[in-house]
T-cell receptor, first 113, second 113 residues
């Protein structure tokens, strides 16, 4: 089946630094990628939608200058958390539509210290 | 997105069947019923989906009420690896592949050995 490879799976960074998360569709073309954030014991919350070749669409309350999304090709979308702060610590998950519905990446656990 | 209602948590014993309910009283005629599950520290994974008829696959069965206002995900023999949060989500069949999934709180399934 369809696979979305997400890296890194876990990252620890210092406050003020930037972190890039990559999601690659391995055996299909992902013209759209959804980026979610999940806090402990909570459900997934959509942050933004990226479309190959155009600007990402951000959900209300999500700072586009802080969460930079790039969808450079049909198989790669990236999320960069800029000037990270401890409150950005969370589980970030990407997802792309496939034949059945959606395929999700394995998630990135970001810890900002 | 039409709203779904699921119990917050359920428990089961290993090797016994599990019936996970979902209410979607405001479902429209073009809404597919999707089920995803999320194991600890992983991204969600597709389980099953259906429109009107009951569906079976290698992971589970989906029983859809005749009026489509509720559905039940059936795990025929629960294993410890089935412990996860199960999400019931409606998606309009007329939506493009670029439309997003909206997650509710889901049901936390605990499987006792």
């Amino acid at each position: 089946g369809a696979v979305v490879s997400q890296h890194p799976s876990r990252v620890i960074c210092k406050s003020g630094t930037s972190v890039k998360i990559e999601c690659r569709s391995l055996d299909f073309q992902a013209t759209t990628m959804f980026w979610y954030r999940q806090f402990p014991k909570k459900s997934l919350m959509l942050m933004a939608t990226s479309n190959e070749g155009s600007k990402a669409t951000y959900e209300q309350g999500v700072e586009k200058d802080k969460f930079l999304i790039n969808h450079a090709s049909l198989t790669l979308s990236t999320l960069t958390v800029t000037s990270a702060h401890p409150e950005d610590s969370s589980f970030y998950i990407c997802s792309a539509p496939d034949n059945y519905g959606y395929t999700f990446g394995s998630g990135t656990r970001l810890t900002v210290v | 997105d039409a709203k779904t209602t699921q119990p917050n948590s359920m428990e089961s014993n290993e090797e016994e069947p599990v019936h996970l309910p979902c209410n979607h009283s405001t479902i429209s005629g073009t809404d597919y019923i999707h089920w995803y599950r999320q194991l600890p520290s992983q991204g969600p994974e597709y389980v099953i989906h259906g429109l009107t008829s009951n569906v079976n696959n290698r992971m589970a069965s989906l029983a859809i009420a005749e009026d489509r206002k509720s559905s039940t995900l059936i795990l025929h023999r629960a294993t410890l690896r089935d412990a996860a949060v199960y999400y019931c989500i409606l998606r309009d069949v007329g939506e493009t592949s670029g439309s997003r999934l909206t997650f509710g709180e889901g049901t936390q399934l605990t499987v006792n050995p």
